[in-house]
């Protein structure tokens, strides 16, 4: 069974930093490209950031330079450590099993990608 589990959200104080990871389980991890997904209060999916099963990686404008994505294939994690956090990057984060491309914005349907998470819920306030 295709597993992936989210860990390490919570509350942070705006310039804080957090590091998010997601276990995966059930299929071929290094295989595969992955993707963070957040969903803020009351707004729509909007990707994050992505990582190719070969380690290219890809961000959407809001959050580069802030954020890196990164991947461990020998312990089947993916990771996202989140820098100089501001308010509006409260939402709930999932991991989702697939690669998005270079350009991470648009619209995101629940069938862009092949698995999910139960997501993470980040908070950052002061």
């Known amino acids: 069974e295709v597993q992936l589990v989210e860990s390490g959200g919570g509350l942070a104080q705006p310039g804080g930093s957090l590091t998010l990871s997601c276990a995966a389980s059930g299929f071929p991890f290094s295989d595969y490209g992955m993707t963070w997904v957040r969903q803020a209060p009351g707004k729509g999916l909007e990707r994050v950031a992505s990582?190719?099963?070969?380690?290219?990686?890809a961000y959407v404008d809001s959050v580069e330079g802030r954020f890196t994505i990164s991947r461990d294939n020998a312990k089947n994690t993916l990771y996202l450590q989140m820098n100089s956090l501001k308010t509006e990057d409260t939402a709930v984060y999932y991991c989702?099993?697939?690669?998005?491309?270079?350009?991470?914005?648009?619209?995101?349907?629940?069938?862009?990608?092949?698995?999910w998470g139960p997501g993470t819920q980040v908070t950052v306030s002061s």
């Open positions: 990582i190719g099963n070969r380690g290219t990686t």
């Open positions: 989702a099993r697939g690669w998005s491309g270079k350009r991470l914005g648009g619209p995101v349907s629940l069938t862009d990608y092949t698995a």
